[in-house]
């Protein structure tokens, strides 16, 4: 965590690194980024690529100054809900500087027009400022691999309800299975001042 330079950007200097200036925690989640997998019964349009995932949320970021991760969320027992055993959520994390909250709520609202999240009345961007003590622990939040996995049931008045859990062995192979192509370069992105700091993090990853 010390050697990813976002610290550094925004004035989080050791032993506390408590930044000098706000940052965001905001999570863009777009129910179109969905991989379903092949033949998904009474679907109207095919999945997403990788590509096309990753493409539709840098679009919407632009403007920001930022670093952030796509997050795959596991969905099971879809069958009755959606017409397959399984889904894949893609959404995505990142932290943001630079900006007043005022501005950000601004931009908020702007790419809520363009997207819907997947549960009816739920957000597509999510906003929350970063405690000045929780600046690492966000970090390491944002580039955790999934431990969770995630089930729709439909309430009697229709609409659906979340739950989540610990994910299991079996779903933890079958997220590996689907994850295994992609490295972190395809699933790190960033904006404006972050770039700089997403490839030099990059080069130290790489190093490691």
Not at 15 to 41: H, K, M, N, S
Not at 47 to 53: K, N
């Amino acid at each position: 965590m010390r050697r990813f330079w976002l610290c550094a950007a925004v004035g989080a200097q050791p032993p506390r690194y408590r930044p000098a200036q706000p940052v965001w925690f905001v999570t863009l989640i777009d129910r179109c980024q969905i991989v379903r997998g092949p033949d998904p019964e009474g679907w109207g349009r095919p999945d997403p690529t990788f590509r096309e995932i990753r493409r539709t949320y840098a679009a919407a970021m632009t403007g920001l100054d930022y670093v952030g991760l796509l997050d795959p969320a596991l969905f099971v027992s879809t069958q009755r809900q959606e017409g397959v055993p399984r889904f894949i959520q893609w959404h995505l994390h990142t932290l943001v500087w630079n900006i007043s909250r005022a501005e950000l709520d601004a931009w908020a609202d702007g790419v809520r027009a363009t997207m819907d999240a997947y549960l009816p009345g739920a957000s597509s961007v999510d906003i929350a400022p970063v405690e000045p003590e929780d600046l690492l622990q966000i970090l390491w939040y944002t580039a955790k691999m999934p431990r969770k996995q995630y089930q729709v049931s439909r309430r009697e008045s229709g609409s659906l309800k979340q739950y989540k859990g610990q994910i299991n062995g079996v779903n933890a192979v079958r997220l590996y299975a689907a994850l295994r192509p992609l490295r972190l370069p395809h699933l790190t992105l960033a904006g404006g001042a972050g770039r700089p700091i997403r490839r030099r993090t990059l080069r130290a990853a790489a190093r490691w």
